[in-house]
């Protein structure tokens, strides 16, 4: 039924003409038609929380570059934690934060799988929403936050610190961060299914802080909850669903990733795709992986980097083209064109 | 002359009965002693330029830990774009930050090395100082920041960002980016030296920030430059000194670290210790790897680390035991103790 399928071949190792791309973030800031809709929707949170908005500006970059073979759920990671009652808010200039954050093992203890498909309607209203809207254009991505992601969330209250609390659960309590992981991985899960049921044609796990682990601590306290999810959704009768997982700062351990089930790994722009596939064959497909900072130079450098991923992965039917992370907002739109053009042009003689 | 050499040994690949150890930041926040001498002292920067209280702190981990291996000079690595006349200061909670960042190219090309010897005279005066209240005690270790890392600081203006100026800069205008970097490298190589004419036995250069450069530019952007300050330590009569390079969240690049002529590589926690002996061999020593934040937690957990991380190096005397990164202001002073103790005790086997 879907007009273009592309992406969903290639997360299935088939043969496509060309390969295929999305972008992190891709409805966002940058795009000033953004900067417009979220000016009359008011906050982040009341953007996602309207369906129509969430609509709006999901289409927004597929309406502007024909080139997308993807749309994704216009959303944040942090809804779990909110419906689990943490209370989340964004303030001023900064990145999101709760305003309860688990701070004892009380606290802990009380922590429970909130009522998924209630409290969380508002989200597959809006995938739905999104999915009549697309209109059979290209497939709808959704997503949710690994565990480990949303627990360092729900301990530090915030993201993007040193993980300080949530390590030294980790070490001192891990019977403490075992339960919140596993309540949160049966949320995840929940949360997902309720996603495909509406309309998600594949997902995705954004591990975005597995990276801090420990090289020891990686799989029990990130990667094993990741697999937790990917069964549970198996078993749930989403098989056929395509699942991705990337774990920012974890191109170190794409061979246990290799083994979690997922249907594609993301790497980041550290990563060398070409090592990477030489890691993964084409038992499962890539996706990434360009510093989102080069659309913020020029033409030269945009068409230069984009060949040398496409090169670097070569011949071969399991690459999504996409950054490394998500787009930055101070990125030209003209620069996304560029990229999206040269990856069209130059990726087609690897799939002859 | 030194009464204990073990650490230098262990740099040159010769036998010791222990595995040697010293602590990144170990003179610093969570000892006490040093929050007393830094209230006398005023701030962080009058602390670095006072010879006598830059001695009297580096000196404190050694009278409360008998087990450290070596003293590391008590400075900050942006002394050096300070002496470029930038205008480091420290903002009350934030990091530091420069008063005059590089902002564009005019202000790039009135960059140049500055009187190295006589601007920085501060350092090597504390170097002095150090090593003669060091009777010989232990080795004293000097240090830099890479190339790379100063520049981040240098055009950002502080850091921990997501490097977007520098990024941009590295793909628009490289030429602009290895001007400055060529410069930073001369000024770095000649401080190393007066560091090294000064008393240090070893010297370490630290490139925070090179891990987050993509894959494709960590060799010309940051690697490539501390080779220069390598070979230019070489040529100038510090063949014999040993050099320590550590790139943060560079793991994934250590056979192209293995080529730099450093005699040690640090490692982050992210890398496994025992893979990261399969790519180096017995070539160069490595140093690491503990996550600083298990130090926060317990005896039971830290015990069990550092046997984990001696267990996986394994037999041979090229490891020298260090955190993956420096040490947090919130450890328990007596858990220092415990890691310690641990690893006299455990790490003899392996170096029967």
């Not at 979220?38 to 024909?66: I, M």
């Not at 990145?95 to 203890?109: A, D, I, M, S, W």
């Not at 795709?273 to 020029?298: E, H, R, Y």
């Not at 011949?315 to 030209?332: A, S, V």
Request: with cysteine.
């Amino acid at each position: 039924m879907l007009k273009n399928d592309t992406i969903l071949k290639t997360l299935r190792g088939e043969k496509t003409p060309y390969t295929p791309v999305w972008i992190m973030r891709q409805a966002g800031r940058y795009l000033p038609e953004y900067r417009e809709t979220r000016k009359n929707a008011g906050s982040f949170l009341d953007l996602c929380k309207n369906k129509d908005f969430a609509t709006e500006v999901t289409l927004q970059p597929l309406d502007r570059y024909p080139l997308l073979d993807a749309a994704i759920l216009f959303s944040d990671i942090l809804t779990i934690p909110d419906a689990m009652g943490l209370g989340l808010y964004f303030a001023d200039g900064e990145g999101p934060k709760f305003e309860r954050p688990l701070t004892n093992e009380k606290e802990v203890h009380k922590l429970d799988v909130p009522d998924v498909e209630q409290d969380l309607a508002y989200v597959f209203d809006a995938v739905k929403s999104i999915k009549q809207a697309l209109n059979e254009r290209v497939p709808l991505l959704g997503f949710a936050g690994s565990p480990w992601t949303l627990a360092t969330y729900m301990i530090e209250g915030q993201g993007g610190t040193d993980f300080l609390n949530i390590k030294k659960m980790l070490y001192a309590r891990p019977d403490l961060l075992h339960h919140i992981l596993k309540i949160t991985a049966e949320s995840v899960s929940q949360y997902l299914s309720f996603q495909i049921k509406a309309g998600a044609d594949a997902v995705m796990i954004f591990d975005s802080w597995g990276g801090a682990l420990a090289d020891n601590e990686y799989e029990p306290f990130s990667l094993n909850y990741m697999k937790v999810i990917i069964n549970n959704l198996n078993i749930m009768g989403h098989e056929s669903t395509p699942k991705i997982l990337f774990t920012k700062g974890g191109g170190q351990w794409l061979d246990k990733q290799l083994q979690s089930g997922a249907d594609a790994l993301g790497l980041d722009w550290q990563t060398n795709i070409k090592q990477a596939k030489a890691i993964v064959k084409d038992q499962v497909t890539l996706q990434g992986n360009m510093d989102p900072s080069i659309l913020l130079s020029d033409t030269k450098a945009i068409e230069k980097n984009v060949k040398s991923i496409i090169d670097d992965y070569g011949h071969g039917e399991r690459h999504i083209f996409n950054l490394g992370h998500g787009i930055t907002q101070f990125t030209p739109p003209d620069n996304v064109t560029c990229m999206l053009e040269t990856l069209r042009s130059h990726s087609p003689q690897y799939h002859l």
